[in-house]
């Protein structure tokens, strides 16, 4: 379905507010109030739904260049378009690496050539993600793709001293180190989280610490050279209590949780289904309850998907040899519906903060993550909250199927997904 210029959104909820009618006219909102009147528009009939600004993941896996059996720029974008994501950020663990200047931008292209969403490269902090010598940190910066967001994500960035240095750097153009928190010698064959569970089941453990360590040093690292440090995927109550401590200094520290973080935990490895191994493991009921209070809190500052795409082959196999990883941004939305909202621990204005205004912001992301308001850039989200329906990964946009959500009942639907105006998704398809 291809939309005209002008498109009416009629009686949509903005931010969960009253029913308003949204106008956009070409890439921008061009009016917000009662009872909007444009001939000639293409009119959405929102019947009461949820209108947000379009969602930014910090924290997406495309695989291209390299692993396009699991994920593509292409497919990846529209599985995020399908989950109401304007704008993802890909991360850099690609073959090759996403280490120089002519990688960062390959991948940039793809994105603006897909056109399903805007694609922020995540640029390597290490050469090949070896955590031995820093990557070309400024040539990534000074690129076409404008690199704001470094990050060896699926490795720490574990020698101190390379981890101040990044910090040093990055300094000088307003960047930021995105750390993976896993101290690797703690964590050696490790498959899942340390504790009852992992006891009981004869499962190398993988503690808490292992994850709180890495961040308590770089906090303080951070603090030292005065510079932005975000926590990857935080998944432990000790770690929000870093968090918590740093940020009480004034010192320049974010966070993100995944939504299954949110809402999975440890217990469900007792299955051996390998759709539940994930790194950082899916942690105890009590760290799952203290994640979703200090993202109520503003402790945790967003939401990230860790969308991690992997072919059958990787994950349909005994447990110990699977791929540790989870899709999760055609999911995202309704899983932070049910543990968030649903729950009464974020209203819907929290959750356009959580995924949209703070994750554009720790990426420097312009024209994302902006009210709904005339003069704004018309990225958006509408989306029914009444919706119930069960997960069925047959349907994904993704090329991967590792959910672990298959033949669970959700809420929460995206009807439409607009980037800059133009609808990306319409009446819960893509166009």
């Not at 009662?34 to 009119?43: I, M, Q, R, S």
């Not at 995944?258 to 009590?286: G, I, M, W």
């Amino acid at each position: 379905m291809t939309m005209s210029e002008t498109i009416l959104i009629r009686g949509a909820r903005v931010l969960g507010g009253a029913a308003q009618d949204v106008l956009i006219s070409g890439e921008t909102v061009t009016a917000v109030g009662a009872d909007l009147e444009a001939p000639g528009a293409t009119v959405v009939e929102a019947g009461g739904h949820i209108l947000l600004p379009g969602l930014v993941d910090l924290h997406t896996h495309l695989r291209e260049p390299g692993r396009e059996d699991s994920e593509t720029v292409l497919t990846g974008t529209r599985a995020a378009a399908s989950g109401g994501y304007t704008a993802v950020h890909a991360m850099a663990n690609t073959f090759p690496v996403a280490d120089t200047a002519g990688v960062v931008e390959q991948v940039w292209r793809l994105g603006r050539e897909s056109g399903y969403c805007d694609v922020q490269p995540v640029g390597a902090v290490t050469v090949g993600l070896e955590g031995r010598q820093l990557a070309e940190l400024g040539a990534m910066a000074d690129s076409a793709a404008q690199v704001r967001v470094f990050s060896d994500d699926g490795k720490c960035v574990d020698d101190a001293v390379i981890m101040r240095r990044a910090l040093e750097y990055v300094k000088a153009f307003g960047g930021v180190v995105a750390q993976h928190a896993q101290e690797p010698r703690l964590t050696e064959g490790a498959q899942m989280n340390e504790g009852t569970v992992s006891g009981e089941l004869g499962l190398t453990g993988w503690p808490a610490v292992a994850e709180e360590s890495i961040i308590a040093r770089d906090v303080l690292l951070a603090a030292h050279v005065g510079s932005r440090v975000h926590i990857c995927h935080l998944s432990t109550a000790g770690s929000v209590e870093i968090v918590r401590w740093a940020k009480s200094k004034g010192w320049d520290v974010t966070a993100e949780v995944t939504p299954h973080h949110l809402l999975l935990t440890d217990e469900l490895v007792r299955s051996y289904d390998p759709v539940y191994k994930v790194n950082p493991p899916l942690r105890t009921e009590a760290d799952v309850m203290a994640l979703r209070e200090a993202l109520a809190d503003g402790t945790i500052d967003c939401v990230a998907t860790d969308h991690a795409p992997h072919p059958h082959e990787d994950k349909d196999c005994e447990w110990a040899a699977a791929a540790m990883g989870m899709v999760g941004l055609e999911t995202a939305l309704s899983v932070v519906q049910h543990t968030m909202v649903d729950t009464g621990l974020l209203d819907w204005a929290g959750v356009a903060d959580r995924m949209s205004a703070r994750p554009a912001a720790i990426g420097r992301l312009e024209g994302h993550g902006r009210p709904i308001a005339a003069g704004e850039p018309a990225n958006l989200v509408l989306l029914d909250p009444a919706y119930r329906g069960v997960v069925n990964p047959a349907g994904f946009a993704s090329r991967s199927r590792n959910t672990p959500y298959e033949g669970r009942e959700l809420p929460g639907r995206v009807v439409a997904t607009f980037l800059r105006g133009r609808a990306t998704v319409m009446d819960g398809k893509l166009t």
